[in-house]
């Protein structure tokens, strides 16, 4: 069985190498790419970072950047592990996604571990599905946002994704967000290969993501029961059975 991991480059080395000790194929289609954008250091007095993916992190070079002291709130594991590998060794953890996080933040305010008037630095992605900043200003405190990266949509599927849909090759397709899950959508459509990719099973992280595939006319879409890989490959068992 080989599944197609729309997973951008380089986090989809490590679900490539996962699905292949699971005894999978699998093939690389990354439909997003990776484009940092300038970043300077304001020197503003920030109490915290508040972070949705890892990417915002991997378009910088902190070094010895007094953010690192920071104490940084995380949307999950993932971009967690990636904010301790920068430095940063006060990381607080929500579950997965932007409202998690936002409660997450609200918590910590509410327990008095973060002034109600607090300044946060926001370092995010050129495109946001959630205005996280807006609903924590509501809340009184003061979010500064910094776009630190974009993600790029391709214009085609390497040619031997596409040769692998044509063949019938491909079991399953992973996808990661709802611009990714679009993205591939687009790739498709413009490679003529749509009706038979949406014949496949969609796997996707979130019930937000499978809406893009629902809305596009897939019918055999899956939604991970929690906003994580580990929970995105349960989806994938589940749906190819035993």
Do not use: W
């Not at 301790?84 to 990381?91: E, H, L, N, Q």
């Not at 214009?155 to 990714?180: C, G, K, Q």
Request: glycine letters at 4%; charged letters at 20%; hydrophobic letters at 50%.
């Amino acid at each position: 069985m080989t599944i197609l991991v729309t997973r951008p480059h380089p986090d989809n080395d490590a679900t490539l190498a996962t699905l292949r000790q699971r005894g999978f194929d699998a093939l690389a289609a990354p439909v997003l790419r990776f484009e940092p954008l300038p970043f300077h250091d304001d020197d503003a007095d920030y109490d915290a970072v508040v972070l949705t993916s890892a990417n915002a992190l991997r378009a910088l070079d902190l070094g010895a950047s007094r953010l690192v002291r920071l104490p940084l709130f995380a949307v999950g594991t993932h971009t967690a592990d990636a904010a301790r590998a920068a430095g940063f060794d006060k990381v607080m953890v929500a579950k997965g996604n932007a409202v998690s996080l936002r409660d997450l933040v609200l918590a910590r305010v509410k327990a008095g571990e973060l002034e109600a008037s607090a300044t946060l630095l926001y370092l995010a992605g050129a495109d946001l599905s959630r205005d996280l900043a807006g609903e924590l200003t509501e809340n009184g405190l003061t979010v500064v946002t910094h776009t630190t990266y974009r993600m790029a949509p391709v214009a085609a599927l390497p040619r031997e994704v596409s040769d692998a849909f044509m063949a019938n090759r491909i079991t399953a397709v992973l996808h990661y967000s709802r611009r990714s899950a679009q993205a591939f959508l687009d790739a498709v459509r413009a490679d003529g290969l749509e009706i038979s990719a949406l014949a496949l099973p969609q796997c996707c992280i979130s019930p937000a993501v499978a809406s893009v595939l629902h809305d596009a006319g897939a019918t055999k879409v899956v939604a991970a029961a929690r906003p994580d890989e580990n929970a995105l490959l349960e989806a994938l068992d589940r749906t190819l059975g035993p």
